[in-house]
Structure formats: C-alpha cells, structure tokens
C-alpha cells in the first residue's frame, strides 16, 4: 500500500517515507502555531492529488492522533480514524487551482460519528500536557493509501497532500509532489506500494500519505 503520512504538532512538520523535502517552507511557517490539540475535528478537511489511474483506497485516507511522554515514544497513545470523501462545494472549490494534467484531486473530511472519539482524545492529551508540560508531546497526521486501475503509466508518479484546519482557511500544501518510483524500496517495491485496486484486480494477469 502507498502510504502518505504526514504528522503536526506544536511547532514542527515533518513527513514519512524520508520526504521532508517536500514539505513547502510556507506550510512550514503558515503551521508554526498550529495545536494539534485544540482543532475543531468538524473544520478539519484533507486532500491528495494523485496520477489519474490512481485512486484512493477505501478508508484508506486516516486521521491519526496521538500522545506520548519524553522517552515513552514505544508506549505512544495513539487513535486512527478513517476519513470520509467530501464532494461539497466548499470542500471542492478551493482546490481547483491544484488541479494539473494528468491528475485528480480528492477531498476528504472527518467524519460526524467520530467527534466525540476525537475531541476525548484531544482533552486527554490537553491534561496530561498540563500535568507534564514541556514532556508530554503530540501528534496529529494524515495519511492516504493509493490503489491504481491498470498498468503504472509512464514518468514520474507524483503525489500531493493538502490540510485545512480552519473552514474559512486555505488549503496548505503538505507534501508536495512526492514520486511513488522514488519511494520504492527493494522491500517494498512499487507493485505492492501502489497494488491494483480491487476491482480490477480480476481483469489483469499482472500482479499487481509535525512532531515535536
């Protein structure tokens, strides 16, 4: 699976799959007072652009957060929540600009039912910070598992996050055309990064997303 993550907290940015290069230093900058903390779930909106045989799988676009202690990172607490594709307008709208050949842009939003979850861990993590201030750390992030229809098409295979954290904010970059081929590993080779999306997986005869 392809795997996009990003992860905010206090201060910082930084990104899996070693793709820190690709974070924008406006994202950076735009996010340098962001609380993972106190962000209203029901605001939050993510997106990723993706080669147009590409495609997201289903509930594969997460919501994970998180909290740990100095020296605790292995008993880190953490919650996963898939998010839910928006088609709205409001959601939609602003991401026409994003748009490039060769490409479609998804938009996703938490969904409803899991606010409640989201916010308990959000003042869980509020009140051991305040417990241990200066010791207690958090994570916010977002991730995106990608399935493609068909054979890879040629070229580079970019990919490119979005965040919004405020319903009447922008869209910020967070990782910025990230190359699937790069990423690649002989471990993890790109047939199993991006595999063919289930249903058309028996039409073919090859085998087949801020720490501080």
């Given at each position: 699976m392809s795997r996009i993550f990003s992860r905010l907290s206090g201060l910082a940015l930084a990104a899996a799959m070693s793709a820190c290069s690709h974070v924008p230093v406006s994202t950076m900058w735009a996010l340098r007072n962001f609380d993972a903390a106190?962000?209203?779930?029901?605001?939050l909106r993510a997106a990723v652009r993706?080669?147009?045989t590409f495609e997201p799988q289903r509930g594969g676009v997460t919501l994970k957060i998180g909290w740990w202690r100095d020296g605790e990172e292995n008993a880190k607490h953490e919650m996963i929540f898939a998010l839910k594709e928006t088609t709205a307008p409001e959601d939609v709208a602003p991401l026409a600009g994003e748009k490039t050949a060769g490409t479609r842009i998804y938009a996703f939003r938490v969904d409803p039912a899991d606010y409640a979850a989201i916010r308990a861990r959000q003042e869980e993590f509020r009140e051991e910070k305040a417990r241990d201030p200066g010791k207690t750390h958090g994570s916010f992030g977002v991730g995106a598992d990608a399935c493609r229809r068909g054979d890879f098409p040629t070229g580079p295979l970019?990919?490119?996050t979005y965040l919004r954290t405020e319903p009447s904010g922008p869209y910020l970059t967070v990782l910025k055309n990230l190359n699937m081929r790069e990423a690649a590993t002989k471990e993890k080779p790109l047939d199993a990064l991006v595999p063919l999306c289930e249903k058309f997986s028996n039409h073919t005869a090859?085998?087949?997303v801020v720490n501080r």
């Open positions: 106190s962000v209203d779930p029901a605001a993706l080669p147009e970019l990919t490119t090859t085998p087949m």
